[in-house]
């Protein structure tokens, strides 16, 4: 494995503490390429170490213990036997490591003590051996899960590590709630809906098929014309008494949230975009596409195949005709259509003169 000492330097030169300890480090600029012969026996100890580990002359690091390549441990920090500190990992002063203990990607703080047997920083590998058979409808969950013991898990469902199911909740078979996803109390999930990245309000109804939580469509183009994906890296939340229809689509966001305000009641097949807000107590119709960073006000209906435009803004109290498209913001309360979408008396207006037009050329 090839490790890159400037570049460590560099993300770990944030701490005040590494600091000190990479700048009285000759470190080199060279990748270097781990192997047995490259670990020296420590004085203190018989532990090994790295050479480009840097690590205070007061350490005990035991024999059988490993400190890897750009590891900085702190003065009296005490490694015990069979120990692993991994590559960049950091450990305060006067910090006790127990035995068999194994250390990545991680800070550890001044005076801590780490018992036999701890690991930190280790990527997390799912086995399908982990997971348990729910005794409310014979679904799986994992063991991290905090599910109350009145939910119901369907045979099929799935609750992966870290999710939080309230009092009453109904899981249908074959619905995945991800990891760390929250449901709160007395709300349904369909049949096949996946839940990712999201937090789930008290009494909702998610109907079959539904999709919460995914990447959002972000996307921005190099200097060599190449496509590369933005990050989507924030949630969506789903307030309280939200219905959502089924095969409805709500994107994570990316720059804020994705958010279903309370009582809003969403239909069939509709498209929701990442960073979204939509207020509370509002109707959205089948076949509806509301683009990114859109935010909608209370109160709000949108009829059939209504398509709203990226960054737009509409007011509370605003009606929108069936396949309208709102192309900019919306500041005043009423009815709208067309598109544009304008105020709907206009709209009707242009509709009359069209036909009035329409009829003279048939004449």
């Not at 024999?63 to 005490?78: C, E, K, Q, R, T």
């Not at 006790?96 to 990545?104: F, P, Q």
């Not at 309230?166 to 449901?183: F, K, L, Q, R």
Request: aromatic share 6%.
């Amino acid at each position: 494995m090839a490790i890159n000492l400037r570049r460590l330097a560099v993300l770990y030169s944030k701490n005040k503490r590494t600091q000190y300890y990479w700048s009285v480090c000759n470190l080199s600029t060279k990748s270097e390429v781990e192997s047995h012969l490259d670990f020296k026996k420590w004085h203190n100890g018989g532990g090994a170490f790295h050479p480009s580990a840097c690590i205070d002359s007061t350490a005990l690091i035991e024999i059988g213990a490993i400190v890897y390549p750009g590891a900085v441990l702190g003065a009296n920090a005490l490694i015990g036997s069979g120990a692993v500190v991994g590559p960049a990992v950091t450990i305060g002063q006067s910090t006790k490591i127990g035995y068999g203990v194994s250390l990545s990607n991680c800070i550890i703080g001044d005076s801590c003590v780490i018992h036999n047997g701890v690991c930190i920083g280790q990527d997390e590998v799912e086995s399908h051996l982990d997971f348990k058979k729910w005794h409310n409808g014979g679904g799986v969950f994992h063991p991290s899960a905090c599910i109350d013991s009145t939910a119901l898990i369907e045979i099929g469902a799935v609750v992966h590590p870290g999710a939080m199911l309230g009092a009453n909740v109904h899981i249908g078979p074959g619905a995945v709630v991800g990891p760390a996803v929250t449901i709160g109390q007395s709300t349904k999930i369909g049949y096949r809906v996946s839940l990712s990245n999201c937090i789930i309000g008290d009494s909702c109804v998610i109907h079959h098929g539904v999709c919460i939580g995914q990447d959002g469509f972000g996307f921005f183009v190099d200097e060599n014309g190449n496509m590369l994906k933005k990050p989507q890296m924030l949630n969506a939340r789903i307030g309280n008494h939200v219905e959502i229809g089924a095969n409805t689509c709500i994107d994570r966001g990316s720059w804020r949230d994705t958010v279903i305000g309370d009582h809003s009641k969403i239909d069939n097949l509709v498209q929701i975009g990442h960073n979204v807000i939509i207020g509370k107590s509002c109707m959205l119709c089948g076949q509806t596409g509301i683009a990114g960073s859109v935010t909608i006000g209370d109160f709000v209906t949108l009829g059939g195949r209504v398509a709203v435009c990226d960054h737009v803004s509409i007011a509370s109290k605003v009606r929108l005709a069936a396949n309208s498209f709102v192309t900019k913001d919306i500041t005043q309360p009423g009815d709208y259509g067309g598109f544009p979408a304008v105020p709907i008396h206009e709209w009707r207006r242009q509709i009359a003169a069209q036909r009035r037009i329409s009829k003279k050329g048939i004449a």
